[in-house]
């Protein structure tokens, strides 16, 4: 195959000329591509033992239940997108618990984290689309796939963040923000009066018609109104009315893309982050490009901010989204992005009621976040924006301490779910009581824990019912230092509003 493996080179020097030839293309996805594979797979075994010493590169699948699989072990994910560059921040992520870290597509950002102790997602880019200039895309993916894919450090690739909803909101915010202004900037500057509000009228009135739905009409109107100025329309193609057909295309070039990277490393399964937006006919189809799916959804302080559109903006909005995403990809993993940061962070804002309109969120409503994810079917959370906070401000402590919880929640958090599903009865309560109770059992050595949360805001009486296997079984939360025990079938239990509780069996139960 023409293949120099001749006695005078070294295993080394074979297998970084194989995996160079891999990278340039020289094997394309032909039949002699296929036979070298097994030669390549040989060989990569040897590249790694010689530039990862004793590490051999990790192999990460998905269990039929969709948690994580890391060499054998179930994993829950606990991610954090920030990469601090002094090591010893980096020491204090990996002793709070968290296991993965987001990385750039580098040897050596990856070793960095390996020798922390963590663990790394890279973003493939743009090159995972391959419905535009697919030859040099494919390059990227190789070198990609050659150069971070046997690095032990490495477990999932991530196509680009909100790809489907950016489709959408780059155009949104062109024509509906960013145009209107600059378009008033130019006329303003007008000598002709008449020409100037012939224009601030053609301005109204593609704004009144994109309020109304009208987007392509109030685009040609924009498009007019830059053209009796006298000059080219900024961005003629970043327009709403064929967001829709841009990402059909976006679409169909990541899931061809999705399925060469598949070929190129099947030992990583490749994930898909969205915005808290779009149908989930628009969701599932972008789907087909990931193996693993979730949304960042960051709604803290409630009803002040709109990153929800949901009817539900109060904290309960991130189990919504999280149930959302996987009725968008049934039989996949959810990974939910949680709020590190508060809103006011994220730019200059001295305003006080700005700034408590942006706060930060604080240990309780952080804690019922990750669980409601997790009881809601989450098999991995993540933390967007820290970046943007002090590393001595109270979120920081807030997240570490909730991490490191949830670190020590790890046999329980990623053992299988229990196959009770108790019913639920709620005590009268003066609240009409539109959310409700939330529980997940997880059976852990043949016992069964259960995680429970309050997704009203008013503290709740209920009883999980069903349990009759359970019959004498107590039960500890070791937060409260309360116990309880199943009788008759019946677990009596109270919790407060947006309140967590984490059940565990008693030693010694029957």
């Not at 070298?36 to 790694?48: A, D, F, G, I, Q």
């Not at 477990?155 to 062109?174: G, H, I, K, M, R």
């Not at 990153?307 to 909005?317: K, T």
Request: with cysteine; net charge negative; hydrophobic share 40%.
């Amino acid at each position: 195959m023409g293949i120099d493996d001749g006695s005078s080179a070294s295993a080394n020097e074979k297998s970084l000329a194989i995996t160079a030839r891999i990278a340039s293309g020289v094997f394309p996805n032909s039949k002699e591509g296929r036979c070298v594979r097994h030669v390549v797979r040989e060989w990569s075994v040897v590249l790694l033992l010689s530039v990862f010493g004793s590490a051999a590169a990790s192999e990460a699948g998905i269990a039929p239940d969709r948690m994580l699989v890391v060499d054998g072990t179930r994993t829950f994910v606990l991610g954090l997108y920030e990469n601090p560059k002094d090591d010893a921040t980096l020491a204090q992520i990996a002793a709070a618990g968290f296991n993965l870290v987001r990385a750039s597509a580098d040897v050596a950002a990856l070793g960095r984290l390996h020798a922390a102790g963590l663990h790394a997602w890279v973003n493939t880019g743009g090159a995972i689309d391959l419905s535009r200039d697919r030859d040099k895309q494919l390059q990227s993916l190789r070198e990609m796939a050659a150069s971070c894919g046997a690095h032990p450090a490495l477990w999932v690739w991530e196509v680009p963040d909100e790809a489907l909803w950016n489709c959408w909101y780059s155009a949104f915010l062109w024509r509906s923000q960013d145009e209107p202004k600059q378009l008033r900037e130019h006329v303003k500057g007008l000598q002709d009066t008449a020409l100037r509000q012939e224009l601030e009228r053609q301005i109204d009135e593609s704004r009144r018609l994109s309020e109304e739905g009208d987007f392509a009409a109030s685009e040609q109107l924009a498009d007019a109104t830059w053209k009796k100025l006298g000059l080219i329309p900024p961005n003629p193609e970043l327009n709403i009315s064929n967001a829709s057909e841009r990402a059909a295309a976006l679409c169909d070039g990541m899931v061809r893309g999705h399925a060469a990277m598949k070929e190129m490393d099947a030992s990583h399964p490749i994930w898909m982050n969205h915005a808290p937006r779009n149908q989930i006919s628009q969701l599932a189809a972008f789907n087909r490009a990931a193996d693993i799916v979730g949304c960042d959804i960051y709604p803290v302080p409630e009803h002040r901010v709109g990153h929800s559109d949901l009817g539900d903006r109060s904290l309960s909005s991130v189990g919504a989204y999280t149930e959302r995403m996987q009725a968008a990809a049934p039989g996949k993993p959810v990974w939910m992005v949680l709020q590190g940061f508060g809103w006011a962070d994220l730019g200059e804002v001295t305003d006080a009621e700005q700034r408590k309109n942006g706060r930060r969120p604080d240990f309780d409503e952080s804690r019922f976040m990750a669980f409601d994810a997790i009881v809601r079917g989450a098999r991995g959370v993540l933390y967007w924006g820290t970046e943007y906070i002090e590393k001595n401000s109270t979120l920081c402590q807030d997240l570490t301490k909730l991490v490191r919880e949830l670190a020590d929640l790890q046999p329980v958090l990623s053992a299988p779910d229990s196959e009770i599903v108790p019913g639920i009865e709620t005590a009268e309560t003066p609240g009409s009581v539109d959310r409700c109770i939330r529980v997940l059992g997880k059976k852990v050595d043949g016992a069964v824990w259960w995680l429970i949360v309050n997704e009203f805001q008013d503290p709740l009486d209920f009883t999980l019912c069903g349990l009759d296997v359970l019959e004498g079984t107590t039960y500890s939360e070791e937060a409260a230092g309360r116990r309880a025990t199943v009788i008759n079938g019946r677990l009596p239990l109270r919790i407060r509003g947006h309140g967590v509780q984490v059940w565990r069996p008693s030693p010694g139960n029957p």
